[in-house]
């Protein structure tokens, strides 16, 4: 594709749901990476992927987040029991290969925990 | 956390004024990255400044850095406010697996 997408682009749950989110890199992009970002604020590292291999996952907040890119592609970022300070907009972005290569954002899942 | 700082917090100026936003961080760095983000978009990349470098230019954007004071400036000259827009800088450290940490950006306002 043209960019990076994510879907759903919006997202409403009730606190104790899971949630699965979902990004879709650039083609042929080796590096994928995960940032969560509150109003106001930068966007902060969770995770991210060298083809399926997550190299770090240093900035996931507990075990109730995970996620995984199986075959290299398409990742999922999976949140188990929600609670509302896990409302935020989740990012998705990819770069040629490692992170120290221009990274392309996608538009954001905006999630929002009632 | 967060390395980058940008200052100001925010910064409001006319349509043909020239717009200034510094970054400072705190550790080594490989690259420094500056970003955009418009009202309730994605994040846009503008420019990738790489260590050895102390200068460069894209378009109506120049970057410098100094390392020696471990911080950097976007300059956007003859603003527009198509320019409105927050705005980010990001760094990532020389380790071959680190990642991107950014700031918490400036928010600039380009008035008509």
């Known amino acids: 594709g043209a960019g990076v997408s994510q879907s759903p682009r919006y997202k409403v749950t009730k606190r104790g749901q899971d949630v699965a989110l979902r990004c879709d890199p650039i083609?042929?992009?080796?590096?994928l990476y995960w940032y969560r970002q509150a109003l106001g604020q930068g966007p902060e590292f969770l995770t991210y992927?060298?083809?399926?291999?997550?190299?770090?996952k240093s900035g996931l907040p507990n075990d109730r987040f995970s996620a995984e890119r199986p075959e290299g592609s398409i990742s999922t970022l999976t949140i188990q029991r929600t609670e509302q300070r896990d409302s935020a907009m989740y990012r998705c972005?990819?770069?040629?290969?490692?992170?120290?290569?221009?990274?392309?954002f996608g538009p954001g899942t905006r999630l929002l925990v009632l | 956390s967060q390395q980058g700082e940008e200052d100001p917090q925010a910064l409001s100026i006319q349509e043909g004024e020239n717009a200034t936003m510094n970054c400072s961080y705190k550790?080594?760095?490989?690259?420094l990255q500056w970003y955009r983000q418009n009202s309730g978009r994605g994040l846009v990349h503008l420019i990738l400044i790489r260590s050895n470098e102390r200068e460069k230019h894209s378009g109506r954007l120049r970057v410098t850095l100094d390392t020696s004071k471990k911080s950097s400036s976007l300059l956007i000259t003859a603003s527009r406010a198509a320019d409105t827009a927050s705005y980010f800088c990001?760094?990532?450290?020389?380790?071959?697996?680190?990642?991107?940490?950014f700031g918490k950006g400036t928010m600039l306002l380009v008035s008509p």
């Open positions: 972005a990819s770069s040629r290969k490692g992170p120290q290569e221009t990274q392309y």
């Open positions: 550790t080594s760095i490989n690259n």
């Open positions: 992927f060298n083809y399926e291999a997550q190299q770090d």
């Open positions: 083609s042929g992009h080796v590096s």
């Open positions: 990001a760094t990532d450290a020389p380790s071959g697996y680190s990642t991107l940490t």
